[in-house]
Antibody, heavy 121, light 108 residues
Framework: QVQLQESGPGLVKPSGTLSLTCAVSGGSISSNNWWSWVRQSPGKGLEWIGEIYHSGTTNYNPPLKSRVTILVDKSKNQFSLTLSSVTAADTAVYYC??????????????WGQGTLVTVSS | EIVLTQSPGTLSLSPGERATLSCRASQSISRSNYLAWYQQKPGQAPRLLIYGASGRATGIPDRFSGSGSGTDFTLTISRLEPADSAVYYCQQYGISPYTFGQGTKLEI
């Protein structure tokens, strides 16, 4: 059973940079899957941020593209999210998720438990 | 981007009844009906219920069923149980950026 675990600071100052890591266990990040970040805030619901393949190929949500970087670290079996120039609007629970590449191709079949990031001074 | 509109916003039903949740897309999700439904309970991550509009994910009871194509999709939950109380989201993953509906809160 694949498990994902987000980690990172729970508080980020305005104009600062949000950095999170998603550790993957029970499976390889080099498998034939894409890996995604999704966030959830009261004001905007669930919002897809972007995704990465183990080759390093990425796909970002256009409104966030200029501020987002997603990287993969195959040696640590994890991937990361960096969001720059944050504002209060970036306060949310951030989830990492696996994109299914088997029977449920494209849907998000495994999720981390989520981590709350608050942007405040 | 494709906007997904879910209705109703809140649904209150009794155990044993059937729930019908709707998800309408702003344009056709033509790519193999790449429409999923997720269940989210308070403090938990979303859980995949339905993929490809009508396929049940592993471990999901057959009380949960999905249907629809194009722009109109439905999640049906039969024989409701108190544990089905949650917020249900639809998601399209056929056309990037992938988008979610705003959710339907189901109260049992």
């Amino acid at each position: 059973q694949v498990q994902l675990q987000e980690s990172g600071p729970g508080l980020v100052k305005p104009s600062g940079t949000l950095s999170l890591t998603c550790a993957v266990s029970g499976g390889s990040i080099s498998s034939n899957n894409w890996w995604s970040w999704v966030r959830q805030s009261p004001g905007k619901g669930l919002e897809w941020i972007g995704e990465i393949y183990h080759s390093g190929t990425t796909n970002y949500n256009p409104p966030l593209k200029s501020r987002v970087t997603i990287l993969v670290d195959k040696s640590k079996n994890q991937f990361s999210l960096t969001l720059s120039s944050v504002t209060a609007a970036d306060t949310a629970v951030y989830y990492c998720a696996r994109v299914c590449e088997s029977y449920c191709r494209g849907a998000f079949d495994f999720w981390g438990q989520g981590t709350l990031v608050t942007v405040s001074s | 981007e494709i906007v997904l509109t879910q209705s109703p916003g809140t649904l209150s039903l009794s155990p044993g009844e059937r729930a019908t949740l709707s998800c309408r897309a702003s344009q056709s999700i033509s790519r193999s009906n790449y429409l999923a439904w997720y269940q989210q309970k308070p403090g938990q991550a979303p859980r995949l219920l339905i993929y490809g509009a009508s396929g049940r994910a592993t471990g999901i009871p057959d009380r949960f069923s999905g249907s629809g194509s194009g722009t109109d999709f439905t999640l049906t939950i039969s024989r409701l149980e108190p544990a089905d109380s949650a917020v249900y989201y639809c998601q399209q993953y056929g056309i990037s950026p992938y988008t979610f509906g705003q959710g339907t809160k189901l109260e049992i």
